[in-house]
């Protein structure tokens, strides 16, 4: 496929095979996520990989009691009071059992953090579509980047007090019929351009 039709058919994976995902697959879209441009070209990011299938069954436990314990109301963003919703009828798994989480976290207070985070993560999820993987972002962990039990889990794995988590991809294989993600584009909405 050509670039542009890379970019039009990546779609977001939301049920994840088993399947484990090969190390090569892995490394390759860490390594689109490495080449992501970033501000002064700071590249100040920290990918933390979590495939342990506790590890990620602890934190999705994890995630679900932070939600549980929260209100939202008219005028909350929508995502995050689906997932307040989702946790509070239990068995909510914010990553969707993908077999790999990758949590892209950066520097706090710098100006760039998000902005960097994002074009790696979009890397990433475009890598992903080339290798036939799902992927799909994950802004649960950002939204609870300063819940102290959420980061001292997170702390285990490298993630430093220095460091504001930006985002996550999930990763894997798509629960389809052949594996494949789903890749029939969306329509585009309201998008406006204006040239000068």
Known sequence: ???LTW?????????YASKPVESEKIHAVLEAGCYAPSGGNN????????????VLAELAERVQQAFRGMTYDETTYASLANSIRLS???NYVFHYGAPVLIVVTNKKGYGNAMADS???LENMMLMANAL???????????????????????????VG????????VALGYADTPDGLPERTPLPRKDIRITMV
């Open 1 to 3: 496929m050509d670039m």
């Open 7 to 15: 970019i039009k058919s990546r779609r977001s994976t939301r049920r």
């Open 43 to 54: 590249q100040s990011w920290h990918f933390v990989v979590l495939k342990d299938p506790q």
């Open 88 to 90: 509070q009828r239990g």
């Open 118 to 120: 994002a074009c790696a």
């Open 132 to 158: 036939d993987l799902g992927s799909c972002w994950i802004n649960q962990l950002h939204w609870l980047d300063e819940n102290p039990e959420i980061r001292a889990y997170l702390a285990q794995f490298g």
């Open 161 to 168: 007090a220095e460091e504001t988590v930006c985002g996550a």
